[in-house]
């Protein structure tokens, strides 16, 4: 009967959600629809300042146009939290070729790894072992790899429906695969695009060396997923074909870096924190427009939809731009040090890095208490189609503010086409949807609005039928 | 307390699906997106066929190839429908300009709308009225009119998160513009195109003159969205500037085409037809892989995934590639008369017509008790995101099959990019992803094998709980 009760408890519930509710929302969404900022400022980050790679140029420009943007929107404060971030450049352009025979050479698209070391000035070339994934490389023996460039091709697993489960089944492979490879005695590595798609784009993404000393680091790369069928099948003709490749990136010092932070100051409980982010910096190969620009501008968006809509909240709401969530987490692990030192208790965070398609819904971390609040609200969420709500990783910037009793969100994209861009020279403008972005940023500021409304200490479910 | 023994019913009836329901959904969904076909044949019949209007070469190549490929799957028959269609030809590309002052013009991008007559032979040049829908035409006299081109220029409502209901809510400007602006004395017409976007692609579609006497048509043409925006801002600057168009299309005599049908003969109830089935014709602009290239492969797709993953249909299915959807609707009507001619049931038809996005469920044009039967299958779906189930519209091609007691089903996918594509040279195989197509072939497969098992006549959901 337990089970009856709950559900006659989402039916009272919902009941008593009074119908502002569902007119605010309707007022949210067709306001972001209508007259929304969020498309126009991504325009502007990715066709006029373009990639964002921590520690470059156009991450700064980054930092000053959101902070100027911001600060237009006529937020209570509007601040930038230095940060130092790794710097890391690509340098010339990479180049590789499989030779079959001395002379003979088809070239292919790679793309050093974020973090990678170059290759020595000649380039590299060498013999190439095949190996499908991390787990397979356990099959190998010093003496089959020494000397070798491993070829890491496991492809991403299509029949997963989440494509970010498929991600997370083989991106081994790109974080550690190096290092993996480098103790077997390998002399580079070429590890498959993290891709869904058969195509001639090269995906980037961050490595690690781990505790592998300097002189003892090999370079790695990304090879795209067409070649990297092709490379397989020729590999399966003639084991003795080599691979040459050469690339010229370097880690450079640590420089100084900024998290952007807006702020509306709540009426009520100024000392309860919600925060909505995303992150400034991107890959340097596209112009990072789904990865993160969409989720830069839709937290942007939603303290503009808030003040636009003329809701006046109650508890403090931040949008927090993160410096440096590809390649060090450094902005987020400085933003929630200083909330940290500071005692800044942050009750609810919403992070938005998870491309700029179409929105489903959020993954929830959280208590059941809490989950079952956000439940109650699902009906609110039907007429704009949002109808993921499930417990879940909530995001990267903004899981080192995890506590007891706080609320941490993803927002969760239509995700089938995201690594078609992931990391690529394919993450630019024109892949994202004006009414999709829109959409999202809409999506995060009714349930931004619903948190703020009725706080994150709601009286538990069974409780409320004796009222 | 009806409400809570309706879902203590749901409850029970899913607790009963037999598990082997899951694992051949699974199956399903698996097989597409592994070991798919059908974003192979939609390559084919885009980039190797592409547009394929009713009468034109394109479209019986279409016929020929489609006949073909179902063949291969080895179905029990596949055959072809005979149908006369109507031929309208588009003849020499269109061109059109708005002139300032005699001399000094600018050129704006148009389209013929289907159906639409010729201007004479050297262009129409005359004054403009802007107009803001069929509404705000009611408001115009025949004096303001006369001799003029009216410019229908009431954009689609972006607040509409069903973007079909966006384009229902001012369709008719395309539709009947011509006609009703004629009566008027108007000498042409020229539509803002249907998308939700800003662009420089003018988006064709049909149009009708009605009883309109042929000496008193006017031609009528789409243009794309930007230009529409810069015509209006022009026209607000000076009411004097004039547009002159030129376009040569042509309606000639009908002409012997096909529908395209194959079957999976059912081994128990050979007798009860289930009909999957999209338009094999499309516009001229682009090459159809949305509107309706998609809903073509799904179709076959079914079918040969029923093939493949050993599913043997109690109930006859068919996939039907409908010829003349978009002017003239002769392949669907045909169908019907034919079915109703030799007295075959169609229990179930199920439509994809509205793009080869991310599926997000049906809508189900059905009794209570069917749609109840449906909402029992929901849980089945929810691993695979589809979570959209409602009363509503099927689809055109099928709606002719419509008696007391069947159902029939559109598939609904996400729609926020369909209009961007819809009618235009932007409808075309690039803009389709792979995955997405390929889960609305699953998803659909899905549910015509629910309805093969367990049929159309579901016990009614009251009786169940006396089991």
Known sequence: MKKFLIILNLFFTFSVLSQSDADILKKVYDASL?????????????????????????????????????????????????????????????????????????????????????????????????????????????????????????????????????????????????????????????????????????????????????????????????????????????????????????????????????????????????????????????????DDGAGVVQSMEVLRLLKETGIKPKRTKRAVLFMNEENGLRGGNKYAAEANRKGENHVMALESDAGGFTPRGFSFDCSDTNFNQVLNWKPLFKPYLIHYFEKGFSGPDIRSLKSDSNVLIGLRPDSQRYFDHHHAATDTFDAVNKRELELGAATMTALVYLFDKYGTNPIPANTQLKN
Chains 1, 2 share one sequence.
Not at 131 to 152: A, R
Not at 171 to 195: F, I, P
Not at 243 to 270: A, H, M, R, W
């Open 34 to 290: 209508s007259n929304g900022k969020s498309y126009e400022w991504l325009d502007y980050l990715s066709n006029q300042i373009g990639g964002r790679l921590s520690g470059s140029l156009n991450a700064e420009l980054a930092v000053e146009y959101t902070k100027d943007e911001l600060e237009q929107i006529g937020l209570d404060k509007v601040w930038l939290q230095p940060v130092m971030v790794p710097k890391w450049v690509r340098g010339a352009p990479e180049f590789a070729f499989i030779e079959t025979k001395p002379g003979s050479t088809t070239p292919i698209n790679i793309c050093a790894l974020g973090g990678s070391v170059a290759t020595p000035y000649g380039g590299l070339k060498a013999n190439v072992v095949e190996v499908n994934g991390m787990e397979d490389l356990k099959n190998f023996t010093k003496e089959q790899i020494e000397g070798k460039i491993v070829f890491l091709n496991r492809p991403m697993n299509p029949t997963f429906i989440h494509t970010f489960e498929a991600y997370g089944d083989c991106g081994k492979q790109r974080y550690n695969g190096a290092y993996e490879a480098a103790k077997l005695g390998a002399s580079g590595v070429l590890v498959r695009s993290l891709s869904l798609r058969l195509d001639d784009y090269p995906h980037t993404g961050a490595m690690s060396y781990s505790d592998l000393p300097v002189d003892k680091r090999i370079p790695a790369a990304a090879i795209s997923t067409n070649h990297a069928e092709l490379l397989s099948s020729m590999l399966k003709l003639d084991k003795n074909i080599k691979v040459y490749f050469k690339q010229s990136c370097k880690q450079l010092k640590d420089v100084q870096s900024y998290n952007v932070v807006g702020e509306i100051t709540g009426s009520e409980f100024p000392n309860e924190y919600m925060l909505v982010g995303g992150h400034l910096d991107s890959w340097d190969l596209g112009d990072g427009s789904h």
